[in-house]
Nanobody, 121 residues
Framework: VQLQASGGGLVQPGGSLRLSCTAPGRTFRRTTWFRQAPGKEREFAASIKWSGGFTYYADSVKGRFTVSRDNAKSTVYLQMNILRPEDTAVYYC?????????????????WGQGTEVTVSS
């Protein structure tokens, strides 16, 4: 199963972007956004449980990013506001059938192809 991630682009500092992650016809118990900046390891950004909509955020994005889901569209969104140059990275969505929260990328079975976000003036 390949997830489809989209919505990346170039934005000025302080701007906003909304990323989407979809897997048509599939349902999962959790979907998580990771990001990988050039020369750095992949890191956790935000996660959502499909049942109940519980959300989790890395400290670096808390208060600026919001993760949400649309059950009918099998889509998870990452609304990113007040973007900073340090948010520049390739953003990946990952999902699987486990219901517990995990910030470790190795615990996920299904991945999107990544969408690039560049924050620069």
């Amino acid at each position: 199963v390949q997830l489809q991630a989209s919505g990346g682009g170039l934005v000025q500092p302080g701007g906003s972007l909304r990323l989407s992650c979809t897997a048509p016809g599939r349902t999962f118990r959790r979907t998580t956004w990771f990001r990988q900046a050039p020369g750095k390891e992949r890191e956790f950004a935000a996660s959502i449980k499909w049942s109940g909509g519980f959300t989790y955020y890395a400290d670096s994005v808390k208060g600026r990013f919001t993760v949400s889901r649309d059950n009918a569209k099998s889509t998870v969104y990452l609304q990113m506001n007040i973007l900073r140059p340090e948010d520049t990275a390739v953003y990946y969505c990952a999902a699987d059938a486990q219901s517990y929260f995990s910030s470790s990328w190795s615990n996920y079975d299904y991945w999107g192809q990544g969408t690039e976000v560049t924050v620069s003036s």
